[in-house]
């Protein structure tokens, strides 16, 4: 009969679990800062437009290249693949792996 020692491992558990909530209180990301801004109105600044997109027709070719590259890598990862399946395939005909051979 196997012993199984389920204790330790709950033990473990909830050291861990006390230990994580024990150190929420001291992560500088969750303490409280004091506000250092004064309550005056400011002018509403309009938020920057932002344009998506090239630029200029350096960064258009840029993405043009990027795209032709990934397709052009897509279609030779694929053509060795096929190859990949055709011997894999002719193996499996020969029964290369096959536990019976005659």
Partial sequence: ????????????????LLLSWGGVFYCSAQQDVAQTQKSTPQEKEEPEKIVVGPQDIKQKTGILVFVAWMWISVFVIVYFLRFKIIEADRLYRLRFYSAKKN
Avoid: D, G
């Avoid at 009969?1 to 861990?16: C, G, Q, T, V």
């Fill in 1 to 16: 009969m196997i012993k199984k020692r389920p204790s330790f491992l709950l033990a473990a558990i909830i050291f861990l």
